[in-house]
């Protein structure tokens, strides 16, 4: 029988990765609510460090948030914590012995790691502050490959790698209890994946973005901007039913070009389908159609529990809608510009009628980093903001990731609150968002090219 806190409550140490840092939290925090409990940090909380101890969870908790979570990499019962080796030694001293014993008998087997964050330590030195933990009553035998119990010592060098100190900011000592899914992004790359196209979705950023979504088995989740899948593929990884639709008939049916260097056509059983199967989740696929975002196509009510998408910023895809114009010479559809201040209010008025009462949409929306402020960010009656994460994409364009939780379902008065409230009104800076995104790039060459020395041509 495995020997864990179960239900008791002990302070836990989470190893953070190092990037996509603005996520972690937001990730952790919605991973936590799924089991009903809420994310307690320390008052000293610093939310870029790569070390956070968490306060009120059972052993049951961070398994099922380590179960899921692509931020963490490893989680810890802490035992003992202190800026020196003294106290460090005093904190373990303190722990209650109850709690240690039952991984420290002569039956057991056990091995202890030393990690260190922003510095790298010789062998010799590891096994010195190994040795140095002589005082604690280990009584079993030292296994370094198959050990019942894993225990280690961590270090914090600060984040600083131009200015590295002698000896670390903090140390943390504690029992393994589980590593995070920092492997689904190995497996899942989008270098590996059957059918991709020149905005797949980054397989880390995915799964993020379904964790946001508290995406859990037998949800129903809707793409309005599929692509070709990357976010279904890490909601069905999860046990949900996935369904899509795109304006895009070709990268619907998978026909046309390919995305791949050195492939000129793409090959028969190249679809989202294909995507799912090669990961074992084709049985969560629903389906996936070619519709216009802009237009109505769903029944009226409550379908989804989760809306996750990422629209097409008019940078390597258009924004485009359909409009009919019926006349004597013709009834094909005209395509036309779909304004970024419409697909996101469209966005929101769809999650706000077509999600479950407490359903997530989760969606990135482009910003020109200058002008940038939290006003620009869409806001809708029936949505309370979750979290709102930036990734950087130059120095003068980034774009953030939006969660947002539907909190009641759409009533009259809502109409008129929009009008009245320019915060739920269309933001009309977000179309210019493609030319100020290239004035940038034009802006650095032309900057670039004054400030290169000017090429003499050589003499034959």
Known sequence: MALHCGKTFCQYLLHLAHDNVDFRLPEIKSLLSL???????????KERSPFWRLNGLSEDDVHSVMSRTVCAKSAFELWGHGKTAAELKS????????????????????KINVYTF?????????IEKINALDFLPFQGKVNLKHPDHIFC???????????????????????????????LIRSHSVKKRHFIGNTSMDAGLSFIMANHA???????????????????????????????????????????????????????????????RQYGTE?????????????????????????????????????????YHPSPHSHVPVSMVYHLSDVFADLL???AYHLVLGGRLVYWLPVYRPEYCEE?????????????????????????????????????????????????????????????????????????????????????
């Open 35 to 45: 089991r009903g409990r809420k994310c307690d940090p320390p008052e000293n909380f």
């Open 91 to 110: 904190s373990l001293l303190e722990y209650p012995k109850e709690r240690m014993t039952p991984f420290l008998q002569q039956e057991s087997t056990y």
């Open 118 to 126: 922003n510095k790298t330590l010789l062998f010799k030195d590891r």
């Open 153 to 183: 010592l961590l270090e914090d060098y600060g984040l600083d790698p131009n200015d590295i100190p002698e000896e670390p900011f903090y140390i943390y000592f504690g029992r393994w209890i589980a590593d995070g899914q920092r492997e």
């Open 214 to 276: 508290k995406v859990k088995p037998h949800d129903l989740v809707y793409d309005p901007f599929v692509g070709t899948g990357s976010l279904l593929v890490a909601c069905s990884h999860f046990g949900a039913y996935v369904c899509g639709t795109d304006i895009d008939y070709n990268t619907i049916h998978g026909v046309g070009r390919a995305s791949r260097k050195n492939q000129k056509w793409r090959g028969p059983d190249e679809n989202i389908r294909a995507n799912l």
């Open 283 to 323: 049985v969560f696929y629903v389906d996936v159609m070619v519709s216009d975002a802009s237009k109505p196509v769903w029944r009226k009510g409550t379908l989804f529990d989760a809306i996750i998408t990422d629209p097409p910023y008019g940078i390597r895809e258009s924004t485009r809608r359909t409009e």
């Open 349 to 351: 008025n769809f999650a």
């Open 376 to 460: 620009m960010v869409p806001l809708h009656p029936c949505l309370r903001l979750v979290s709102n994460c930036e990734q950087t994409l130059s120095s003068h364009t980034s774009r953030r990731l939006i969660t947002m939780e539907k909190t009641k379902d759409p009533e009259e008065s809502d109409a008129l609150q929009q009008l009245a409230n320019p915060r739920f009104t269309p933001n009309q800076g977000h179309n210019s968002f493609r030319e100020k995104y290239f004035s940038g790039i034009t802006k650095k060459s032309t900057a670039k090219a004054m400030t290169e020395p000017p090429q003499t041509k050589k003499s034959d």
